[in-house]
């Protein structure tokens, strides 16, 4: 088993990373939801794929301490909110959020009493050992296979990661019918601060975009999903 890697190293495969995905050499992605989306066949993650979703983790596991010290906790967090219902209706708000620990010790942007529960807003803080990527950040650091696809609770899942303006990962949830095909239902996209910028406010590891995306029901156009977008304004 491979030692983890320390932040120091970090640093230095990530500038490594950050010069080589400069250059022509590498793939650049976009991922966008359709709820045509067809579920792929089950197989390792590319190379390419590989080496973002290591940029992130260990910007994650920088961001996990970070968050942790005296300098973040209890410090507020800005984001804006964009929700979109299956009626097309469109509501902008903003949330002001309060770095905290809940009551597993798990690191949340905490919202105020007055904040209105009919608002989405996703607030747990993704790290290397809490969220979408802690088993994989795991294998990252182990050097293990990673596999495209995996089950959650009879739920297939199946990750991607991209390269748009940020280091990103897009999750498909895909729901089995009764014929045994699978269609989708659902999708969970996030992009990721993962280069180094110590202009005030540039935090690395920082979940600088997310977005949920749902299929609507049959009482709606079938080309329909809601959705709703979250991005960090400041701190």
Do not use: W
Not at 61 to 68: E, H, L, T, W
Not at 133 to 145: D, G, T, V
Not at 197 to 202: A, L, M, V
């Amino acid at each position: 088993m491979k030692k983890p890697v320390s932040l120091k190293t970090f640093i230095i495969l990530t500038s490594t990373m950050i010069i080589s995905s400069c250059g022509g050499g590498n793939s650049v992605f976009k991922k966008t939801f359709s709820v045509d989306a067809l579920i792929s066949e089950e197989h390792p993650i590319a190379n390419d794929e590989r080496n973002i979703a290591t940029r992130i983790c260990y910007a994650y596991q920088s961001k996990s301490k970070n968050f942790r010290s005296s300098g973040f906790i209890g410090t507020s967090f800005i984001f804006s909110g964009k929700k979109t219902d299956c009626q097309n209706n469109i509501t902008n708000y903003q949330i002001n959020s309060i770095l905290k620990y809940d009551d597993n010790n798990q690191l949340i942007y905490s919202t105020p009493s007055t904040f209105d529960p009919n608002l989405k807003f996703h607030k747990k803080v993704q790290t290397d050992n809490s969220g979408y990527l802690a088993q994989l950040c795991s294998k990252i650091i182990n050097n293990e296979p990673i596999s495209n696809t995996f089950d959650q609770q009879g739920v297939k899942v199946q990750l991607s990661f991209f390269r748009e303006g940020f280091d990103g990962f897009l999750l498909q949830y895909f729901i089995k019918q009764p014929d045994n095909t699978y269609k989708i239902d659902s999708a969970e996209k996030l992009k990721i601060r993962t280069q180094i910028d110590f202009t005030n406010g540039k935090i690395l590891g920082m979940d600088e975009f997310y977005s949920a995306q749902k299929v609507c029901g049959s009482q709606f156009d079938k080309n329909k999903f809601s959705e709703f977008e979250q991005n960090f304004i400041s701190r």
